[in-house]
């Protein structure tokens, strides 16, 4: 959340001290004497609120609070108010102030206010940022979410194989958006004109995989849990790669496909074949700070859906549901964010008994354990992007009774150095 406060007082011992509250509460205080300075920071990108005085020389703060509204309307202005301006700053909160202050303003009420304020704009900026999301870029910027760096390498894999035009393997837990990423492959690849045909492997024949091609010719066909496609079946999916398709092959799959092949139950010809461009999905509760983002996405999707206004999401809320597992990742995410939107939101039900330490616990646990598996279980690498001293590290580890060997996952170089 933004941290940011522009301050605008012609008084300097009033601004010095208001800057000094703001500073021992670990807000960036940004200050100005006149209008004609507080300007240059007042941009629709600016990522804080604007605290100003009334009654200035010159350009008063009636005036800044209509040049800051005409260029951003959604930009929170909170005024002071000496005892007799507070008929004026009733009629500016008519005229969208966001709240005012009479001064000399009681600490605690002003970082009461400020917090509503910041909030506010924290989530009309991400608000902006997912929508220029959806309307610009290319498919994987539009239809792939998330800020963490997971879902940047995720995004960087999609947009890597998909205009090679060759077989390609989507692999992710169950509900992770397998069939999701598959279609984005289409949509970024030279075919994405042509028909994106999709079946499941379950009870899918030779003949069955025949006419698969023929509906896709031109484009692509996805198989989903490709594992599940009968023995009879793998062999002739090989055959008809080798051969030509005379359409892209994508599958997808939520289970070990090398385990399956060393067990002898997948073909090790076809696993070998697909595996050549593989896009891999993380899993939530690798990456618990999308959390928030992919959630927000939901409610307003669930909330369009059902023809209501998107409910408010609290960061107590959020806090909640970054602190589980998630084991139905972005499937279950999103059932949640519906069920949220009709008004059953269990998750903060059920952790309505945790007080606010052992919510913190879960959302600290959940964010060693993505550093993990971002740094393949390198314990010392992890503690390193998350800027904590190796023993702070090790102790949390301990604390929570996590493995750093469970998170390597392996292909890639793991353990310590």
């Not at 610009?136 to 035009?165: I, K, W």
């Not at 009709?342 to 052992?358: C, D, K, R, S, V």
């Not at 102790?395 to 009774?401: E, N, P, S």
């Amino acid at each position: 959340m933004t941290r940011k406060v522009l301050l605008v007082d012609d008084d300097a011992a009033v601004r010095d001290a208001l800057a000094q509250t703001l500073e021992l509460n670990d807000l960036d205080a940004v200050t100005a004497a006149s209008f004609v300075v507080a300007k240059d920071h007042i941009t629709s990108q600016f990522d804080g609120v604007i605290v100003s005085d009334i009654r200035m020389p010159g350009r008063d703060g009636f005036h800044l609070l209509d040049y800051a509204h005409g260029v951003d309307e959604e930009l929170p202005v909170i005024l002071l108010t000496g005892e007799g301006d507070i008929p004026m700053a009733v009629r500016a909160m008519g005229h969208g102030a966001f709240d005012f202050l009479e001064k000399p303003c009681a600490a605690a009420d002003l970082l009461a206010v400020l917090e509503r304020a910041m909030k506010t704009r924290a989530l009309v900026l991400e608000n902006r940022r997912l929508k220029t999301q959806l309307e610009s870029g290319d498919p994987a910027a539009r239809m792939l979410f998330g800020t963490s760096s997971q879902s940047n390498e995720l995004r960087a894999s999609v947009r890597s194989v998909a205009p090679t035009g060759a077989e390609v393997l989507v692999t992710g837990a169950p509900g992770s958006g397998i069939p999701k990423v598959a279609e984005v492959v289409h949509l970024m690849s030279q075919l994405a004109q042509g028909p994106f045909v999709k079946r499941p492997g379950a009870g899918l024949s030779a003949s069955d995989f025949d006419d698969l091609c023929k509906a896709g010719e031109g484009g692509s066909v996805f198989i989903d849990e490709v594992s599940a496609l009968p023995d009879e079946t793998q062999y002739a999916v090989l055959d008809r790669l080798e051969r030509g398709a005379g359409t892209r092959v994508i599958a997808g799959s939520s289970v070990n496909l090398a385990a399956l092949v060393e067990a002898g139950t997948f073909n090790a010809g076809l696993y070998y074949r697909l595996d050549v461009m593989q896009v891999r999905i993380p899993s939530l509760h690798e990456r618990p700070e999308d959390i928030p983002v992919l959630y927000r996405h939901y409610v307003a999707q669930a909330a369009e859906q059902a023809g209501i206004d998107a409910p408010e999401i609290n960061p107590d809320h959020l806090a909640v549901l970054m602190a589980q597992d998630w084991p139905g990742n972005a499937r279950s995410l999103m059932s949640a964010a519906m069920r949220f939107v009709l008004g059953m939101p269990e998750e903060t039900t059920q952790a309505a008994g945790l007080g606010l330490a052992e919510q913190l616990a879960q959302v600290e646990r959940s964010l060693l354990i993505a550093a993990l598996g971002r740094q393949n279980g390198r314990a010392a690498a992890a503690a390193q992007a998350l800027k904590l001293p190796r023993k702070t590290f090790y102790d949390k580890l301990t604390r929570y009774g996590i493995r750093p060997e469970d998170y390597r996952r392996p292909g890639r170089a793991g353990g310590e150095k």
